[in-house]
């Protein structure tokens, strides 16, 4: 199983970021496939998670309304475009098969002017 983050990077208070959570070694299509961000000092937190086919999906509350998670299971990517940055949103974000020890090296967002 790898899973691995792009899409990270600085941009300012109330700006965009996609980012991108190319995953291979299973089948992609089967799980359910979330992400979680850590911030300085703080435990990780999950962000938002997708099922298989996409139908389902949950988001913490203090990013609801702001950030979209998407999944193409042809490309074997799921996605967290975000929008409205905080500087509060400043983390490391990772992508994980929900509910396994399966975790990318995590990209960095940084929200800061």
């Known amino acids: 199983v790898q899973l691995v983050e792009s899409g990270g990077g600085l941009v300012q208070p109330g700006g965009s970021l996609r980012l991108s959570c190319a995953a291979s070694?299973?089948?992609?299509?089967?799980?359910?496939m979330s992400w979680y961000r850590q911030a300085p000092g703080k435990e990780r937190e999950l962000v938002a998670l997708?099922?298989?086919?996409?139908?389902?999906?949950n988001y913490a509350d203090s990013v609801k309304g702001r950030f979209t998670i998407s999944r193409d299971n042809a490309k074997n990517t799921v996605y967290l475009q975000m929008n409205s940055l905080k500087p509060e949103d400043t983390a490391v974000y990772y992508c994980?098969?929900?509910?396994?020890?399966?975790w990318g090296q995590g990209t960095q967002v940084t929200v800061s002017s």
């Open positions: 994980n098969r929900l509910g396994t020890g399966y």
């Open positions: 070694g299973f089948t992609f299509s089967r799980y359910s």
């Open positions: 997708i099922n298989s086919a996409g139908g389902s999906i």
